[in-house]
T-cell receptor, first 115, second 114 residues
Framework: AQSVTQLDSQVPVFEEAPVELRCNYS??????LFWYVQYPNQGLQLLLK??????LVKGINGFEAEFNKSQTSFHLRKPSVHISDTAEYFC?????????????FGTGTRLTIIP | DAGVIQSPRHEVTEMGQEVTLRCKPI?????LFWYRQTMMRGLELLIY????????DSGMPEDRFSAKMPNASFSTLKIQPSEPRDSAVYFC????????????FGPGTRLTVL
């Protein structure tokens, strides 16, 4: 079975500073990887996803993530954060082959932007 | 499109009562998902429908939980009888086709069981 680890439960960052949110996964087969964001009192929204192809994936709101198969990681980055990026960020993994997919979420990282 | 619609937004009930949560997916989406979010357990997939058929209900905690999707535009999640440990935010999400397609989440139902 697959699993996802988000080591940092909380990350405080100054406004306009860069940020990296870490995500590592465990799976014995090929995976699909996702980052979702949850703003306060809202449902989740997809930021970006890796299915295949280029390992550098660009998403909405200036975020990007890089799939590193050898390190089983999919870290999320943004070069300059804004107050509006304050939210909880979830990494998720789904395994192949299709037919019995499961989507497993990490425990989330709360990103707090300091003015 | 109005997005995924969930009702009620908040529900407070007493232990032992039946609770029914409702979801209307985005029109044209073939897949629907029910999630539960708690501080202790994070976000858990409870059940997943594709074309109104339950594909995976392995996340349903126990027999007290049941979910139905009688048609493409409506689904319910029922808890009977409810217990305090069922207190959580329940999210419904839909996607065009399958679990790896972008999922669009509703605003959630905050359930409190006293």
């Amino acid at each position: 079975a697959q699993s996802v680890t988000q080591l940092d439960s909380q990350v405080p960052v100054f406004e306009e500073a860069p940020v990296e949110l870490r995500c590592n996964y465990s799976s014995s087969v090929s995976v699909y990887l996702f980052w979702y964001v949850q703003y306060p009192n809202q449902g989740l929204q997809l930021l970006l996803k890796y299915l295949s192809g280029s390992t550098l994936v660009k998403g909405i709101n200036g975020f990007e993530a890089e799939f590193n198969k050898s390190q089983t990681s999919f870290h999320l980055r943004k070069p300059s954060v804004h107050i509006s990026d304050t939210a909880e960020y979830f990494c998720a993994v789904s395994v192949l082959p299709f037919g019995n997919e499961k989507l497993t979420f990490g425990t989330g990282t709360r990103l707090t932007i300091i003015p | 499109d109005a997005g995924v619609i969930q009702s009620p937004r908040h529900e407070v009930t007493e232990m032992g009562q039946e609770v029914t949560l409702r979801c209307k997916p985005i029109s044209g989406h073939n897949s629907l998902f029910w999630y539960r979010q708690t501080m202790m357990r994070g976000l858990e997939l409870l059940i997943y429908f594709n074309n109104n058929v339950p594909i995976d209900d392995s996340g349903m905690p126990e027999d007290r939980f049941s979910a139905k999707m009688p048609n493409a535009s409506f689904s319910t999640l029922k808890i009977q009888p409810s217990e305090p440990r069922d207190s959580a935010v329940y999210f419904c999400a839909s996607s065009l086709d399958g679990i790896t397609d972008t999922q669009y989440f509703g605003p959630g139902t905050r359930l409190t069981v006293l």
